[in-house]
């Protein structure tokens, strides 16, 4: 149990368009779901922390009208980097808790690699 | 503020041998989370074990074993008998409760872990 799934895995894109990515829980409602970005050699830095029904909220320098996070249902929340740019190159993982009341497991989806050219 | 600390950046051993990974926590709330999750190459995070604060008895789950210290906020982590298929990074997490109920992961920055043939 407890299975996130990711997509897409990777994905290429041209410098000012938009990249979408969904993370869905698959076999668990997931109350809240958190956003991740992990550059190379470094360790996870939380983006974002969105809760079903309801707007996310951003960790500090996190730009909200750039990284559009929407989470519609208890199984899928999506991210949606807007107008990427190079710098915006890296990997992003999601990760889904059960329970927005307790303190529970997150449970991590197998990340996208995006770049940006 | 809530930090993790693992000061061991890389560990390189020889399969077979036995490898303790450190993490060192700094917390002010007296209820928290300490979890381990396993990175490997593909990239997606693999959860290990999760330990509340109340709770220091020592786990042991097949070849890993947990050495939760209050004393010394110290939750360290130990593979015994190494095989390649451990080689990855590995992350201590410690929990925050953030508004309405929800929690977010303050990671440490991961050790990774290289056995070799």
């Known amino acids: 149990g407890a299975v996130v799934s990711q997509h897409p895995s990777r994905v290429i894109c041209k410098s000012g368009t938009s990249v979408k990515i969904e993370c869905r829980s698959l076999d668990f409602q997931a109350t809240t779901m958190f956003w991740y970005r992990q550059f190379p050699k470094q360790s996870l830095m939380l983006m974002a922390t969105?809760?079903?029904?309801?707007?996310?909220?951003?960790e500090q320098g996190v730009e909200k009208d750039k990284f559009l996070i929407n989470h519609a249902s208890l199984t899928l929340s999506t991210l949606t980097v807007t107008s990427a740019h190079p710098e915006d190159s890296s990997f992003y993982i999601c990760?889904?808790?059960?329970?927005?009341?307790?303190?529970?497991?997150?449970?991590f989806g197998p990340g996208t690699r995006l770049t940006v050219l | 503020a809530q930090k993790v600390t693992q000061a061991q950046t890389e560990i390189s051993v020889v399969e077979k041998e036995d490898v303790t990974l450190d993490c060192v926590y700094e917390t002010r709330d007296t209820t928290y989370y300490l979890f381990w999750y396993k990175q490997p190459p593909s990239g997606e995070l693999v959860f290990l074990i999760r330990r509340n604060s109340f709770d220091e008895q020592n786990e042991i789950s097949g070849r890993y074993s947990w050495n939760f210290q209050k004393s010394t906020s110290s939750f360290n982590f130990t593979i015994t008998a190494s095989q390649v298929v451990d080689s990855a990074v590995y992350f201590c997490a410690l929990s925050e409760v953030a508004g309405a109920g929800s929690y977010q992961l303050t990671f440490g920055k991961g050790t990774k872990l290289s056995v070799i043939p």
């Open positions: 969105s809760n079903e029904g309801s707007k996310a909220t951003y």
């Open positions: 990760s889904a808790a059960a329970s927005g009341g307790a303190v529970d497991t997150q449970y």
